[in-house]
């Protein structure tokens, strides 16, 4: 049986450095005013937080091809979820007030 791949130290401190400067580009774009834009965007750096703790820290990288299928599949299906979610939210047109 093959030993588990334990990643190094170098490994985890660049997947902190890069969670970190993810972090800081979210809360940078808290304070941009782009408008419906910002979901969207908040949603691709959260996006590319996952693949960074599941490269990592869920060690897929190294980790058996069932393991690395399933968890593509997993990761698959909410990236169709948060694409349904976003052309909904695009598409919304402003409903007008009522007769007072």
Do not use: C, E, Q
Not at 17 to 44: D, E, K, S
Not at 60 to 68: A, E, F, K, Q, T
Request: glycine content about 8%; charged content about 10%.
């Amino acid at each position: 049986m093959n030993a588990p791949h334990v990643p190094s130290l170098r490994s985890h401190l660049l997947a902190l450095l890069a969670l970190l400067l993810l972090l800081a580009l979210t809360t940078w774009l808290g304070v941009l005013p782009l408008g419906r834009f910002n979901l969207a965007l908040g949603l691709a750096i959260s996006v590319a937080k996952t693949l960074v703790v599941m490269a990592v820290f869920m060690r897929l990288r190294h980790g058996h091809p069932l393991l690395r299928i399933l968890a593509g599949l997993g990761f698959a299906w909410l990236a169709l979820l948060v694409g349904i979610t976003l052309a909904d939210y695009f598409t919304r047109v402003g409903v007008p007030a009522p007769w007072p």
